[in-house]
């Protein structure tokens, strides 16, 4: 890295420890694994992440981009409009309840909550 700073979550700084120790042969493949709470060749993965990447290697790829099962803006923003306008006293159950009922329109009880 040149001077970029990593962001690492918690678990994901316990395993650069597990993967570090496992790199420098303090450590076996199946300790690892007992301790990472995943097979061998997930530790196989991760180490020959670590050995090409650094600790930037064990980052979650995943990061900053949006869920794969996000609702598209717009048609939230429908949905939570006409749940203001018709069903405004309804907890977020009973609200995703009549939408799928009255308007043909499922969504999950989280959506409606926000």
Avoid at 73 to 88: F, I, P
Avoid at 93 to 110: G, N, Q, W
Wanted: some cysteine; hydrophobic content about 35%; glycine content about 6%.
């Amino acid at each position: 890295m040149t001077g970029d700073l990593l962001t690492l979550s918690t678990r994901e700084m316990d395993t650069l420890a597990i993967i570090t120790r496992l790199a420098e042969h303090r450590m076996t493949q199946a300790e690892a694994a007992r301790c990472l709470d995943r097979s061998e060749r997930q530790v196989r993965r991760l180490l020959r992440a670590f050995e090409r990447d650094g600790p930037a290697g064990l980052r979650d790829k995943r990061r900053g981009r949006p869920a794969p099962n996000r609702i598209p803006g717009a048609y939230q923003a429908h949905v939570v409009a006409l749940v203001r306008e018709r069903y405004a006293d309804f907890g977020p159950t009973l609200a995703a309840e009549k939408l799928e009922e009255y308007h043909d329109i499922r969504v999950a009880t989280e959506t409606l909550r926000k």
